[in-house]
């Protein structure tokens, strides 16, 4: 396979990049007047909805009863539990905040890797790595420190670390459940039923009755667009695409540069505070996944999975 223009990596590398990262901020438009099990239901249904029938159209094959079941689950999951984590913590904490503490996530699949299948071994370089996410994850929270800007919500990260912890179980158990082999295929199956389990605990928990679409604004509408459509469709057939043409090691790298971006989108467009708490959190953090995740070779191939974020 003869490697493509230059230019055509480069492209590829900043929509995963820059349109991976900006889903943050475009999250947390959207909470702020539609309840958030619902927005992120909206999201879902709709982008699985368009990427089946784009897998239709080129021809892949429906998936069979089995890997309808996975799907289920790993939708369940992926986009039910951590999904529904990260929508209803933004409502509590800054966008860029967030994807800080979700940039844990390559970090503690490559622990689950070493705990649970024992398909490597734990290292002084991982345990460090450990240590520093932890001590990131406290710089942010904990409120006696006197960093200039306000710990952020307990709560909220507690939420947004559950919901990290399910993505990092449902990414190692992955490999065992019998899914569709186009990964286009698994991921409209997965984002489809995630979003209508979304749908389900929206109504369950009134959210129904809470929203009223007239007032919510155009922005709003505009930023569920762009998560549905680059967010969820472009920049993940650029990810895909990347993978034939790039390492996993390389294409991996969006999970340390989707934060920054974040944090940065964040503090220039959406207003949110950038203080010595925002800065050191992010950086232990960074360095604690880097360390993890490149100490030995093996777990340097961890990105994730292809359905993040």
Known sequence: MSRPPRWKIVAAFAIVYFVWGATFLAIRVGVAEIPPFLYAAMRFVAAGVLLFAWTRWRGEDWPTRREWLACALLGSVFFTLDYGCLFWAEQRIPSGAAAVVLALMPGLI??????????????????????????????????????????????????????????????????????PAAKTTSAAAQMSIGGLLLLAVSAATGEF????????????????????????????????????????????????????????????????????????????ILLG???????????????????RP
């Open 110 to 179: 490559a622990l689950m890797e070493i705990a649970f299948l024992r398909s490597y071994r734990m290292t002084v370089r991982a345990l460090l790595g450990l240590l520093a996410g932890v001590g990131g994850v406290a710089a942010l929270t904990v409120s006696g420190a006197q960093l200039g800007t306000p710990a952020l919500d307990l709560r909220a990260v507690g939420v947004l670390l559950f919901g990290c912890l399910t993505w990092a179980a449902g990414t190692v158990f992955t490999r065992r459940l019998p899914l």
């Open 289 to 307: 996944v880097l360390a993890i995740t490149t100490g030995d070779r093996h777990l340097a191939e961890v990105p994730g999975t292809e359905l």
């Open 209 to 284: 009755a809470r929203f009223a679409p007239g007032p919510v604004g155009w922005v709003v509408w505009a930023s569920l667009a762009y998560l549905i459509v680059p967010g969820s469709i472009v920049a993940f057939t650029a990810y895909l695409w990347l993978l034939h043409h790039e390492s996993p090691t390389r294409v991996g790298t969006y999970a340390y540069v989707n934060p920054l971006v974040a944090v940065a989108l964040g503090t220039l467009v959406g207003g949110e505070p950038l203080g010595a708490r925002t800065v050191l959190g992010t950086a232990l």
